[in-house]
Structures are given as C-alpha cells and as structure tokens.
C-alpha cells in the first residue's frame, strides 16, 4: 500500500503495473478529500481507510473508488466501495452521490496520477 500526496505523485505507469499485479485491471484507491491525499494498492479498501484514518484523516472526508490505468477519458475512475455507505451523511450507495463530491475526488486523483 502506498500513500500519495502532492510531493509522492505517482506516475500512470506505475499504476498500470499495480493493477497488473493487484487485480488485473483495476486498483483500489481510497481519497482524503480534506487533506488532498489517496491511498492506493491495497486488496480492500477498508484497508486503505484505516491507513489514513491513522494518519489523521476524518471519516468523512474518505471516498472509495477504483481507478482503471488501462481506460482512457472519464470512465478510468470508478465510484464504488463498501465504505461509501453513510445513511446518515446522506450517501446511501456504494457510490457517491454528491456531485460536487465526485468533480473533487476526480480532481485530486487527477493532480495526483500523472497521466
């Protein structure tokens, strides 16, 4: 598991060979929307919570998602995780349903992937 922040950007490379590694295609990815921060390369996102939970990040403020290295355009992010359901913040998906929520966490992946 890595965590990758502005001075850790990772390169897309890189990312293709962890999911070539991980699952295949894909790589899981959880994203500190307070802090600008992601952890990826884990086999479960709870994983990747945790790790940044202990670093100091607030529940709330973390969004699973899966990253796809090898799809070009929008669709390379994918928003889905078990630790997306909050009821009681309103997200009732695995996903998340916020939109504003969704153009942030695109944004930081996108300052933090090197493309």
């Known amino acids: 598991m890595q965590i990758i922040n502005t001075g850790s950007k990772m390169s897309l490379a890189s990312l293709k060979v962890m999911s070539e590694l991980m699952f ?60 997306n359901l909050r009821p009681a913040h309103n997200n009732r998906s695995r996903g998340v349903e916020d939109a504003a929520t969704r153009q942030k966490i695109i944004a930081i992946v996108n300052k933090l992937i090197e493309r």
């Open 24 to 83: 295949g295609q894909l790589v899981k990815a959880v994203v500190d929307v307070e802090q600008e921060v992601m952890a990826v390369d884990a086999e479960l996102h709870a994983d990747e919570e945790a790790a940044l939970l202990a670093q100091g990040s607030k529940q709330e403020s973390l969004w699973g998602i899966n990253l796809y290295p090898s799809i070009d355009g929008e669709d390379w992010i994918e928003f889905d995780s078990m630790i």
